[in-house]
Nanobody
């Protein structure tokens, strides 16, 4: 069974930094896109950033210049470095990945992590 395990959330003051990590485990042939999404109370889940297997990145306008996504393909891990955090960055952050199994190579499977809370105090 493939799963994503997130870590690194917590409480930080506005202007501070946090680094989130998300490791994929299980029987994986390859991972395509990996990314981070977030959901604040009363709001829909939204894209934060994604990174392809060859390192191309995409960011929400609200985090450009402050957040940086990266991945280590040898560890099946994606990171999100969050700098200059604002109160409005407070949310549950979810890791997302699209992967292939060797036993069913032509099917791309999407999985989500359990979420990690990021709270920014003003």
């Amino acid at each position: 069974q493939v799963q994503l395990v997130e870590s690194g959330g917590g409480l930080v003051q506005a202007g501070g930094s946090l680094r989130l990590s998300c490791a994929a485990s299980g029987t994986i042939f390859s991972i395509n896109d990996m990314g981070w999404y977030r959901q604040a109370p009363g709001k829909q889940r939204e894209l934060v950033a994604t990174v392809t297997s060859d390192g191309n990145t995409n960011y929400a306008d609200s985090v450009k210049g402050r957040f940086a996504i990266s991945r280590d393909n040898t560890k099946n891990t994606v990171y999100l470095q969050m700098n200059s955090l604002k109160f409005e960055d407070t949310a549950v952050y979810y890791c997302n990945a699209h992967f292939r199994r060797a036993s069913d190579y032509y099917r791309i499977v999407e999985i989500w992590g359990q979420g990690t809370q990021v709270t920014v105090s003003s």
